[in-house]
């Protein structure tokens, strides 16, 4: 009943700069997080950044300084630049939400998935 869709993925290369979008839509009261998790070939799903809905933001240390996440809480999308990729992030970047569902509660929501591939 929630659909995340996300965008902006593709090829870059080192040191470039690329930006996801993740639209949320369907039966949704209010969105307490998004954020953008990853996973390399042969890796586990890890944190990339999340927004919490006050505005707090928390990002993996590996890519402080280099991206930002942001949130436009009416259109329910989440953002996130990065800056000065490296191959080393090549992998398939992953929207989450923890979205309120009308008279169900707070449940986890995943993306499809976006390939971000860095060449060198």
């Known amino acids: 009943q929630v659909q995340l869709v996300e965008s902006g993925g593709g090829l870059v290369q080192a040191g470039g700069s690329l930006r996801l979008s993740c639209a949320a839509s369907g039966s949704i009261s209010s969105i307490n997080v998004m954020g953008w998790y990853r996973q390399a070939p042969g890796k586990e799903r890890e944190l990339v950044a999340r927004i919490i809905s006050g505005g707090n933001t928390n990002y993996a240390d590996s890519v402080k300084g280099r991206f930002t996440i942001s949130r436009d809480n009416a259109k329910n999308t989440v953002y996130l630049q990065m800056s000065s990729l490296v191959p080393e992030e090549t992998a398939v970047y992953y929207c989450?939400?923890?979205?309120?569902?009308?008279?169900?509660?707070?449940?986890?929501?995943w993306g499809q998935g976006i390939q971000v591939t860095v060449s060198s």
């Open positions: 989450y939400a923890e979205v309120v569902v009308p008279r169900r509660g707070a449940y986890a929501f």
